[in-house]
């Protein structure tokens, strides 16, 4: 059974950074891509920033120059690192894996961790 699980979140001032981890366990044979996505209250979930297996990235337009997607290959670790906070950034993170695990290629999703941005 794979598990995503994220930490790093919490209250920061606007300015502020913050960096997520989302650390993967369990069996997996491969990595298609991972990524971050937010859902703030009332709002549709959205993407924020995601890596392939190649290094190839994407990101939403509001994060642009302040976000920053890292992984440690050899530990399963996906990074976020978030620069220049503002209120409108306060939402849940939530990252996935789509992976190859035994028998078929699936999307984990972590737990979430809750990012707030505010003086």
């Known amino acids: 059974q794979v598990q995503l699980v994220e930490s790093g979140g919490g209250l920061v001032q606007p300015g502020g950074s913050l960096r997520l981890s989302c650390a993967a366990s369990g069996t997996i044979w491969g990595i298609y891509d991972m990524g971050w996505y937010r859902q703030a209250p009332g709002k549709q979930r959205e993407l924020v920033e995601t890596?392939?297996?190649?290094?190839?990235?994407m990101y939403a337009d509001s994060v642009k120059g302040r976000f920053t997607i890292s992984r440690d290959i050899a530990e399963n670790i996906l990074y976020l690192q978030m620069n220049s906070l503002n209120p409108e950034d306060t939402a849940v993170y939530s990252c996935y894996g789509y992976f190859a695990v035994p028998g078929s290629k699936r999307v984990f999703w972590g737990q979430g961790t809750q990012v707030a941005v505010s003086s």
């Open positions: 890596i392939t297996s190649v290094g190839i990235i």
